[in-house]
């Protein structure tokens, strides 16, 4: 199976889970984004470590690679292996000098462990293809009328109900918007609708 390296986009709070954030990651290569959606402490950890600050005490992920260091293995990489029923799944690919172990984990704990160790984070072709979200490359001047477009809708019924009413042309300009302003959360619930209708 072909693998696509990730890379880490940002980190945002979330806007339909309170105390949740959504992690975007970018195909290295290519236009296409994968949100995933993790827990606060775990994005604290993931942030912790992309700003290089020092906690006064060890993070739970700082102590696992400090029990790794201790006995002599290493992270080589990190794989969101697997999506079920809108889940995420990971792989954690460790090596012992001898030889190679598979742990599963959360994509969250995978991710802030990986990028400890400075590893490469990969997933597989047939994941991008169910939960990725295309960026596009509308100019701006475009962006900035749909944008004035959009706050003139009415807005009473719930985005769920607005995204069932929604023609495909709508919800295409309704995913540009979302890319455009960088609300990778909202684009992955208008990208599941569109799925929904194909």
Do not use: W
């Amino acid at each position: 199976m072909d693998k696509i390296k990730l890379e880490i986009l940002g980190l945002s709070p979330s806007q339909s889970q309170s105390g949740s954030f959504a992690l975007v990651l970018g195909e290295e290569y290519g236009n296409r984004r994968l949100p995933i959606i993790i827990g606060m402490f775990e994005a604290q950890a993931i942030a912790i470590e992309i700003e290089k600050i020092v906690p006064n005490r060890p993070m739970t992920h700082d102590l696992f690679k400090q029990f790794a260091e201790q006995f002599k293995f290493t992270v080589r990489e990190i794989m969101i292996s697997d999506l079920r029923e809108g889940i995420f799944f990971a792989k954690i690919v460790c090596f012992d000098g001898v030889r190679e172990s598979i742990i599963d984990a959360r994509p969250s704990d995978a991710i802030a462990i990986g990028i400890r160790f400075d590893v490469p984070i990969y997933t597989n072709e047939s994941i991008l293809s169910e939960a990725g979200i295309t960026a596009s490359g509308t100019d701006e001047e475009e962006e900035q009328e749909e944008l004035v477009r959009s706050s003139n809708r009415p807005s009473t019924r719930s985005f769920g109900d607005q995204l069932k009413n929604a023609t495909s042309e709508e919800l295409q300009r309704m995913l540009e918007e979302a890319l455009g302003n960088e609300e990778y959360e909202r684009a992955a619930k208008i990208r599941d609708e569109m799925s929904k209708r194909n």
